[in-house]
């Protein structure tokens, strides 16, 4: 038997490794059931960002049918409610600014000295997905998957295969997992063409239909026991995404080469924006490799967690990942885990604060914050117990803070002296609760 519990920590770990990095939901495999049984995992999340920005509530749910021989279906439904504003990509003024709403029904103002963030940020995306997990052999685990979500203005298909095995008297497990994404954007007012300008409410000449990207991800991973109280992992990852890339409802102001300043413009009879704002544009490719390593170290039952990932993709744009979490027991049936996280990344190659009206227009050009040079930290604390019902339940507490800069040599005239880069501040809540029938 504890042979048999160590085979399954194994595949479990490598299982778990593998669908975050795909983004799947595979299932793990748990001990042989003797008769088949329901699993049952719920959480509530709470995401909110500081200054009335994006705000989150999602709702996941997690089940599974637990067969003999490690047979399992998983069903998953995970269903986002999102509000808020959102930084829109234009620069603070020292003057009120105005912009067209995504859709080019009507027309908002942004107060002077305040970051323009668009008010219309509202969604609901329902996410579906079910996987079926099949021995092959003695020492053969496979998994496939299929996805699907829907957003207002997105939809998302997608499948998924992974193969693992084991090895070296089940001490060593390799893995191998691929996945396809099919992914339909749908615009609010349509998209709109690169880099061409923001126009009066009412006017969506300049707008297409809807478009599609593709991406296809890759994984190789190797799970291995070192000795009875550590397993270390390692895995590569690769990416590839096609088509339109662009975020719609991001711009950039076209700015003066001396003062800095947004070139101005006067709006027309039905509103529409007061200075020169083009929409972004972002190439139709991307290849991204990824490097994850991860150690589970058991120190007299408590649980150290740590890992590290590095991503680079040709966009120029290279992050790292350090995680650790540390899993205290606290009597017999409950535990504290705290947990610290941090990231960093550089720039994208085409990352702007605002465009140079006395030089020529760039082939690709955006300032989305997200493609900027900035670090992020998180940290928190989960604590979870046992009811009476032998069921868990848990309760985890996280605060993010992101900052950033603009290089230097990006700054025009009046942007040297404005906050062109704001702290980011978010509070994390989740319940979970996970029981079996």
Known sequence: ??????EKSISAALASATCALLGTTTAMPVDAQEEPRWDFNTSLLYYGEDNDRVQDLSF???TRRLFTDDRILTLGLTIDTLTGATPNGAIRQDGVQTFTR???AG????PAGDLPLDDTFKDTRVSLSANWQQPIGEKGLANVGLSASKEYDYLHTGVNLRYAHDFNQRNTTVSAGIAYALDTIDPVGGAPLPLTPMLDVGDLSNRLGDDDKDVLDAILGVSQVINRNLLVQVNYSFSQQSGYLNNPYKVLSLVDGVTGDTLPRTPGPNGGPNGQFLFESRPDERTLHGLF???KLNLDGKVLDASYRYMTDDWEIDSHTLDVRF?????????LEPHVRYYTQTEAEFYRLSLDSSQPLPQYASSDYRLGNFDGVTVGLKYGWKTRNDNDMAVRVEWYTQSGEIPSGQLIGNQAGRDNFPD??????QFSYQFDL
């Open 1 to 6: 038997m504890a042979a048999r519990k160590k």
């Open 293 to 295: 390593t991860q150690a």
């Open 327 to 335: 899993r205290w027991p606290v009597g017999e049936t409950r535990y």
């Open 60 to 62: 996941k749910s997690l």
């Open 102 to 104: 995504p859709s080019g």
């Open 107 to 110: 027309s908002y103002a942004v």
């Open 424 to 429: 980011l501040n978010a509070l994390i809540v």
